[in-house]
């Protein structure tokens, strides 16, 4: 691989050298070279399962590899967001977001914790407790390092004392990235950084990276995300990386020229491999004239013939077809929803007609999914009426997966175990037929759990065509799918004559599949709009802002904060935004002067009263601070 973007005049932060890593008898890497500069946005693309996640794991070290070698540079912090989320336990985002600075990071999360504690019931174990934790942290420069998680947390608009179990996959995905950042990298990886991100959420990735002053190599199928950020592209194909600078739209047009320029050679070399077949299989006149260099020759064509790797085919998508529906596909008329007695819709009237092709799109937890709940019939509406089409035939993509059974097989999930499948009034194998997602023959048996998330989202497509329908539902379909396979949907898709109903967070999805949007904004309101994506972005309210997703206590405030920073600050903010600098500077005294004084050997020898009195000082200036802070960044926006 030549490396395009290398830099005469800087040294590496990374560098991997004739690199090798295989899985059995399938090589990932072969012989791979990259080098890693300072301030590069680097994109690592590829099929599913071409080994992107290995190379970063073995950037990481998690991966030993089995040939060659990789260099970082003396003293280089890395910090890696893996793709998959975590279920949600009991443990606090605090204590997550301070496990990034390792067992430093643990007692500056058992302070935290064990400060409010004290706050709510105070008792001499605590008391005792915290002393030898301040101890400790004010010998390791601990104070500054607490108050490098308070700042990140702040920043990200992180619920500190919240569990991991009680948020939504956005805010997960936040926080881990919040641990990710507190070890401030020089290099961060980042693996499908996108998954479980509302629009919002992507929008807000993409801004703060842009300013990122790092190295940053990520792997994503958000063709939106990737054009935006991405100033190089790295391509993991059949084992070998090539490096492509410029942006998507540049790597794309290359990698056209670069394929036209491969098949083309590798057409000359099957012809002459053909000749030579020819040649060798010659009568006995031939055999005595026999070259025993071209015999030769040969025998290498055949072993470089063996060798060369075929690139992955591609999905292959038919959708069985049913009768032509009703005109009319569903009516709501002043439709509302409550859940738990909390409103999710309100108000909702809108027509759907035969044919149309609609995206759902809004923040995490809106109500997307109960919309379409509502629209399938499976939820009734509180008030208002929903009438509903005749002649119907709807296949539903439901991005939990429930229709999986994962210690069923691929094929009992798939036909119930039987031999064929009718696409379009044709009988298939249903061997051929799971060729065409990519299901080799020898992967049918295994059970579904066994799948990576890319292959159960194609096995739910595979069994979803086999539906003759003529109303789709998707519910984030998108999610673990490579681009080829994301652009054969569209394919599919565009010339499919039914209704369609899509929810996505895939900004370039919607520009390409979507006639009309509703979009769930403020105070569970749902507003058409003409077009997709980018047509909603020049039609949107002009006080509507990409916030980051608010956390669950905390959405209200951060609703109302973020109308702020869209319009002109009133005499009165601009009045308070004057006083904060001041205001900060005296909490950071404040701040540093009680840490000084509990720091002292003999601060736990004055009366209890007087300790409690000082540490819940100490507590309320720190809150005071990141709120100030907090307030400081909205206003200043």
Request: proline share 2%; glycine share 4%; net charge negative.
């Given at each position: 691989?030549?490396?395009?973007?290398?830099?005469?005049?800087?040294?590496?932060?990374?560098?991997?050298?004739d690199l090798s890593l295989s899985f059995g008898d399938k090589p990932l890497l072969n012989h791979v070279n990259l080098d890693v500069f300072k301030g590069e946005r680097i994109c690592l693309v590829g099929r599913n399962g071409a080994g992107k996640s290995s190379l970063l794991r073995v950037i990481t070290k998690q991966n030993a590899f089995d040939d060659g070698e990789l260099w970082q540079k003396s003293g280089l912090r890395i910090a890696y967001l893996e793709q998959n989320v975590p279920s949600g336990d009991d443990i606090s985002v605090f204590r997550v977001v301070a496990s990034g600075l390792a067992e430093l990071g643990e007692l500056i999360a058992e302070y935290h914790q064990?400060?409010?504690?004290?706050?709510?019931?105070?008792?001499?174990?605590?008391?005792?407790?915290?002393?030898?934790?301040?101890?400790?942290?004010?010998?390791?420069?601990?104070?500054?390092?607490?108050?490098?998680?308070?700042?990140?947390?702040?920043?990200?608009?992180?619920?500190?004392?919240?569990?991991?179990?009680?948020?939504?996959?956005g805010l997960k995905r936040r926080v881990l990235l919040a641990r990710a950042l507190v070890t401030e990298p020089d290099l961060l990886l980042l693996d499908e950084p996108t998954n479980h991100l509302d629009v919002a959420g992507v929008s807000w990735l993409e801004e703060y990276l842009l300013g990122y002053n790092g190295a940053?190599?990520?792997?994503?199928?958000?063709?939106?995300?990737?054009?935006?950020?991405?100033?190089?592209?790295?391509?993991?194909?059949?084992?070998?990386?090539?490096?492509?600078?410029?942006?998507?739209?540049?790597?794309?047009?290359k990698k056209d020229e670069r394929e036209a320029i491969e098949a083309e050679q590798r057409a000359k070399f099957d012809k002459r491999l053909a000749e030579e077949e020819v040649w060798i299989r010659q009568g006995i006149k031939?055999?005595?004239?026999?070259?025993?260099?071209?015999?030769?020759?040969?025998?290498?064509?055949?072993?470089?013939?063996?060798?060369?790797?075929?690139?992955?085919?591609?999905?292959?998508?038919?959708?069985?077809?049913?009768?032509?529906?009703g005109k009319l596909v569903a009516d709501l008329e002043n439709v509302s929803f409550n859940f738990n007695d909390k409103p999710v819709i309100k108000n909702l009237s809108t027509r759907i007609m035969r044919g149309e092709r609609i995206g759902i799109m809004g923040p995490n937890g809106a109500g997307k999914t109960t919309l379409i709940r509502l629209l399938l019939g499976q939820l009734e509406a509180q008030s208002g009426t929903i009438d509903i089409g005749t002649k119907l035939k709807i296949a539903y993509f439901d991005q939990q997966q429930s229709d999986l059974e994962p210690d069923k097989s691929v094929l009992d999930n798939l036909n119930y175990g039987k031999e064929t499948v009718t696409i379009n009034g044709k009988s298939r194998h249903i061997i051929?037929?799971?060729?065409?997602?990519?299901?080799?023959?020898?992967?049918?048996?295994?059970?579904?759990?066994?799948?990576?998330?890319?292959?159960?989202?194609?096995?739910?497509?595979?069994?979803?065509?086999?539906?003759p329908a003529n109303m789709l539902v998707l519910?984030?379909?998108?999610?673990?799918?490579?681009?080829?396979?994301?652009?054969?949907?569209?394919?599919?898709?565009?010339?499919?004559?039914?209704?369609?109903?899509?929810?996505?967070?895939?900004?370039?999805?919607?520009?390409?599949?979507?006639?009309?949007l509703l979009v769930f904004e403020g105070d569970h309101q749902v507003k058409a709009y003409v077009g997709g994506y980018t047509d909603w972005l020049r039609q949107r309210p002009k006080n509507w802002s990409f916030g980051a997703e608010p956390s669950n206590k905390e959405k209200s405030v951060s609703t109302n904060e973020t109308s702020v920073k869209a319009r002109k600050l009133s005499y009165k903010e601009q009045q308070e935004l004057d006083t904060l600098p001041a205001k900060i500077e005296a909490l950071e005294t404040e701040q540093s002067d009680l840490q000084q004084a509990t720091?002292?050997?003999?601060?736990?020898?004055?009366?209890?009263?007087?300790?409690?009195?000082?540490?819940?000082?100490?507590?309320?200036?720190?809150?005071?601070?990141?709120?100030?802070?907090?307030?400081?960044?909205?206003?200043?926006?």
């Open positions: 691989m030549s490396n395009s973007s290398s830099k005469s005049n800087s040294s590496p932060l990374l560098k991997l050298t064990i400060a409010h504690a004290m706050e709510e019931n105070y008792s001499d174990a605590l008391l005792h407790k915290m002393s030898d934790l301040q101890h400790q942290l004010e010998a390791a420069d601990g104070w500054r390092l607490e108050q490098k998680v308070e700042s990140v947390i702040s920043k990200l608009d992180l619920p500190s004392d919240a569990s991991m179990g009680s948020l939504s996959g940053l190599l990520f792997i994503t199928h958000d063709r939106t995300f990737l054009q935006n950020l991405a100033t190089r592209i790295i391509e993991l194909d059949r084992g070998d990386l090539s490096s492509w600078s410029g942006d998507f739209a540049n790597y794309l047009q031939a055999r005595r004239t026999r070259n025993e260099g071209r015999v030769r020759a040969l025998e290498s064509l055949r072993e470089e013939h063996h060798q060369r790797r075929e690139k992955q085919g591609k999905v292959k998508l038919n959708l069985e077809e049913a009768d032509r529906s051929s037929y799971l060729r065409d997602f990519l299901f080799p023959a020898q992967k049918v048996n295994a059970p579904v759990k066994m799948l990576s998330g890319g292959e159960r989202n194609r096995l739910m497509l595979a069994k979803m065509f086999i539906q519910d984030e379909p998108t999610n673990d799918l490579d681009i080829e396979t994301l652009e054969l949907l569209e394919d599919l898709l565009a010339n499919f004559d039914g209704t369609l109903i899509l929810v996505s967070h895939d900004r370039t999805f919607l520009d390409n599949v979507v006639s009309s720091s002292q050997a003999d601060f736990y020898q004055q009366d209890k009263e007087t300790i409690a009195l000082a540490l819940a000082q100490l507590q309320t200036v720190n809150k005071d601070l990141e709120k100030t802070y907090r307030r400081w960044e909205k206003l200043d926006g």
